[in-house]
């Protein structure tokens, strides 16, 4: 079975600063897939970041990286220069297996971070 | 990206009664996600549901109590069947034409008194 530790129930940064959300996982396939998502106070999900296990370079978005070490079966979110509307909830989560026909099952979540960014 | 919306966006319900989610995606895609929120929690992998089979479901969930119906591949439902407040939460449909792509409706905010 598939399983996703956050392991910071809630952060407080200050704005402008780099942030560090940590994930870790747990699983015995060897082919899966890591995703990032912002949770705002309106409760849309709002994918940030992917990264396949296979993928030898860490995945970037705009802001967002991903520090993937997989041995280490972490995938940690960073977000530079954080910005007032990054306050949200974080998630971290993963696909629990992979088709070979290029589909992913559904994901498992973490429980959350709930990063807040001070002016 | 899919854009995923879903009806209703809220809703007050009895206990005892059923009420079913649409789910609506603007693209054709394999597969379908439901999960559910419960206040203040993760989400949870309800059951996926593929085009043209039944519906898989999580430890936990069960048919009769979450039925699902995948008619086409743009489109499914999810009904919560005979509620209890115990099912209020905020149950989500997600979809992706591939392995990277997860993307999710709004949500339906679902209060039972």
């Known amino acids: 079975a598939q399983k996703i530790t956050q392991t910071q129930p809630g952060m407080f940064v200050q704005e402008k600063e780099a942030v560090t959300l940590d994930c870790t996982y747990d699983?015995?396939?060897?082919?899966?897939?890591l995703f990032w998502y912002k949770q705002p106070s309106s409760g849309e999900m709002i994918f940030l970041i992917y990264?396949?296990?296979?993928?030898?370079q860490n995945a970037t978005e705009g802001r967002y990286s991903l520090n993937f070490q997989k041995a280490r079966k972490s995938a940690n979110l960073v977000i530079s220069a954080s910005q007032l509307g990054d306050s949200a909830m974080y998630f971290c989560?993963?696909?629990?297996?992979?088709?070979?026909?290029?589909?992913?099952?559904?994901?498992?979540f973490g429980k959350g971070t709930h990063l807040i960014i001070q002016p | 990206s899919a854009v995923i919306s879903q009806k209703p966006s809220r809703d007050i319900c009895q206990r005892g009664t059923s009420l079913t989610i649409q789910c609506q995606v603007d693209s054709q895609v394999t597969m379908m996600f439901w999960y559910r929120q419960q206040p203040g929690q993760s989400l949870t992998l309800i059951a996926t549901a593929n085009q043209g089979s039944e519906a898989t479901y999580e430890s936990g969930f069960v048919i009769d109590k979450f039925p699902i119906s995948r008619p086409n591949l743009t489109f499914s439902t999810l009904t919560v069947s005979n509620m209890s407040p115990e099912d209020s939460s905020i149950y989500l449909c997600?979809?992706?034409?591939?392995?990277?792509?997860?993307?999710f409706g709004p949500g339906t905010r679902l209060t039972v008194t």
């Open positions: 989560a993963m696909s629990q297996f992979m088709y070979s026909g290029g589909g992913a099952d559904g994901l498992t």
């Open positions: 699983t015995s396939d060897q082919s899966y897939g």
């Open positions: 990264q396949g296990s296979y993928d030898e």
């Open positions: 997600s979809a992706g034409a591939g392995a990277y792509e997860q993307y």
